[in-house]
């Protein structure tokens, strides 16, 4: 990437992602094949206690699981506009009975004034909890079934991803029932699954409390920090939702001392927040580039990541800030700028931790590792290198710094699915484009 016909980290971010995809598929010439989007639903006992922390009632989750399932939400409709040829809805604790959600057959829609690939929608019900988690003003939102429950409906989910199978409910109106063993294998993956992408997002009201309380359980970050105005709380909502994930912090004191990342998860997390921590996990283990929405991907994702740094670190790409108070504070933490909470960091498992990243500048829009490998200017070509590619090894292990930063707070995965284009294209440029060597030559 160093040698490409441009001034060295010109490329900005892009460099990054590219690097991380070549080494993820071990060539020089990596390539987005199939790209799939999961999408978890599930409901939050804390809405039930304090209907207050959210500008929608909590039935409010089913009809837009629904949406999402025929097609007509807006993580779908980016689904179809940028060639996601997968979209998997699973139900993992939505408080209503979704199992009429009924994928339709794909739908017609036009790009550029050309007509798009469609996507096929497959649904997969997994209700782990029927009305989704406890209320973790009271204890721990899930038990540790349930929360292992939740990780292996998200883990299924990504075997479906990369073997492009969709359920008998893809594009019909049948009903896909919890990815049957010939979805999830076993069996030998098809030839191409190493240039799948995965991208995961969710529906859940009240989610972005359960996230919150996620964040500062992880990263030590105090309530009024982490806490935003989701889906559009006033001022006296807002300050509920800081007073809840204060209490729920309380009360599961000893679970999130002693509990490690998992504990966390399982203490103030939720279905939907499991289930993408699983999901994410199961592409760390295979090395398939897996793309976190925003904020409450995003902090499933930190709980996966704190789990397991290497090799969730290696594969994860983070595709926007979210407008969400604590956004900022949340990838700091994810991409290792801000260290997570001692507790969380002695409960991780023994063994080397990946290094600390440089430090970042201009809000890490320049980190990573071909931009560490830039340098600074009064180094010479050598040292520049040498340099560069020490910080980018201790880069590379952290995810990829979020690209976009447009007011996204939707949630959905809607991020997630914005950024293929621009992973096609890094992966384009490190492929196609001419070294500066051949170009001076010519
Ligand atoms: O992903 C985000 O950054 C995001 C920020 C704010 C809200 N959301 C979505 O809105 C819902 C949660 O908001 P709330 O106010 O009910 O906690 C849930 O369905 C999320 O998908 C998502
Ligand atoms: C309408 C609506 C759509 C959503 N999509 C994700 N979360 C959502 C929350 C609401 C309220």
Request: glycine share 12%; charged share 15%; with cysteine.
């Given at each position: 990437m160093a040698g490409k016909a441009k001034p060295v980290g010109s490329l900005g971010v892009m460099e990054a992602m590219a690097c991380r995809l070549a080494a993820l598929q071990g060539t020089l010439e990596p390539r987005i094949g199939r790209a799939s989007l999961l999408v978890f639903g599930a409901d939050h006992g804390i809405t039930a206690a304090?209907?207050?922390?959210?500008?929608?009632?909590?039935?409010?989750?089913?009809?837009?699981?629904?949406?999402?399932?025929?097609?007509?939400?807006?993580?779908?409709?980016?689904?179809?506009?940028?060639?996601?040829?997968?979209?998997?809805?699973?139900?993992?604790?939505?408080?209503?009975?979704v199992?009429?959600?009924?994928?339709?057959?794909?739908?017609?829609?036009?790009?550029?004034?050309?007509?798009?690939?469609?996507?096929?929608?497959?649904?997969?019900?997994?209700?782990?909890?029927?009305?989704?988690?406890?209320?973790?003003?009271?204890?721990?939102?899930?038990?540790?079934?349930?929360?292992?429950?939740?990780?292996?409906?998200?883990?299924?989910?990504?075997?479906?991803?990369?073997?492009?199978?969709?359920?008998?409910?893809a594009g019909g109106g049948a009903l896909a029932d919890g990815g049957g063993p010939a979805d999830r294998g076993p069996g030998p993956l098809p030839d191409d699954w190493r240039q799948c992408v995965v991208c995961i997002g969710e529906v859940g009201i009240g989610n972005t409390t359960a996230a919150a309380a996620l964040v500062?359980?992880?990263?030590?970050?105090?309530?009024?920090?982490?806490?935003?105005?989701?889906?559009?709380?006033?001022?006296?909502?807002?300050?509920?939702?800081?007073?809840?994930?204060?209490?729920?912090?309380?009360?599961?004191?000893?679970?999130?001392?002693?509990?490690?990342?998992?504990?966390?998860?399982?203490?103030?997390?939720?279905?939907?927040?499991?289930?993408?921590?699983?999901?994410?996990?199961?592409?760390?283990?295979?090395?398939?580039?897996?793309?976190?929405?925003?904020?409450?991907?995003?902090?499933?994702?930190?709980?996966?990541?704190?789990?397991?740094?290497g090799p969730v670190g290696r594969c994860?790409?983070?595709?926007?800030?979210?407008?969400?108070?604590?956004?900022?504070?949340?990838?700091?933490?994810?991409?290792?700028?801000?260290?997570?909470?001692?507790?969380?960091?002695?409960?991780?498992?023994?063994?080397?931790?990946p290094e600390r990243p440089p430090p970042q500048r201009d809000g890490g829009r320049e980190s990573g590792p071909c931009a560490a490998a830039a340098g600074s200017p009064d180094q010479g070509p050598a040292e520049t290198e040498a340099a560069g590619v020490a910080a980018g090894a201790a880069a590379a292990a952290w995810p990829s710094p979020a690209v976009l930063d447009m007011g996204l707070r939707l949630g959905e995965g809607t991020g997630a699915v914005l950024v293929l284009p621009l992973l096609r294209s890094a992966a384009a440029i490190l492929g196609r484009m001419a070294s500066l060597e051949e170009v001076l030559a010519a």
């Open positions: 304090r209907p207050q922390i959210s500008a929608f009632p909590r039935a409010v989750s089913a009809p837009v699981f629904r949406a999402v399932a025929r097609g007509q939400a807006a993580s779908a409709v980016l689904c179809a506009a940028n060639g996601v040829s997968l979209l998997v809805a699973v139900d993992v604790g939505l408080d209503a009975d199992t009429d959600a009924c994928p339709p057959p794909p739908p017609p829609v036009l790009t550029a004034g050309r007509e798009a690939d469609s996507t096929r929608i497959s649904v997969v019900h997994r209700k782990i909890r029927p009305g989704g988690s406890r209320n973790m003003l009271e204890g721990p939102a899930m038990t540790e079934q349930e929360v292992a429950d939740a990780m292996a409906a998200g883990s299924d989910a990504v075997q479906m991803a990369v073997r492009g199978t969709a359920g008998p409910g500062a359980a992880l990263s030590g970050a105090a309530p009024e920090d982490v806490c935003g105005r989701g889906t559009g709380v006033d001022d006296t909502g807002l300050a509920a939702k800081r007073e809840a994930v204060s209490a729920a912090l309380a009360a599961n004191a000893e679970l999130l001392r002693g509990g490690g990342a998992l504990g966390a998860l399982r203490a103030v997390g939720g279905l939907e927040l499991a289930a993408m921590a699983g999901a994410v996990v199961a592409c760390a283990e295979l090395g398939v580039p897996v793309v976190a929405d925003g904020f409450i991907s995003g902090a499933a994702a930190l709980a996966a990541l704190a789990h397991q740094p994860l790409f983070l595709s926007h800030r979210s407008a969400e108070r604590g956004a900022a504070l949340l990838l700091a933490a994810l991409t290792g700028a801000v260290p997570l909470a001692p507790h969380i960091r002695d409960c991780q498992a023994a063994g080397p931790q």
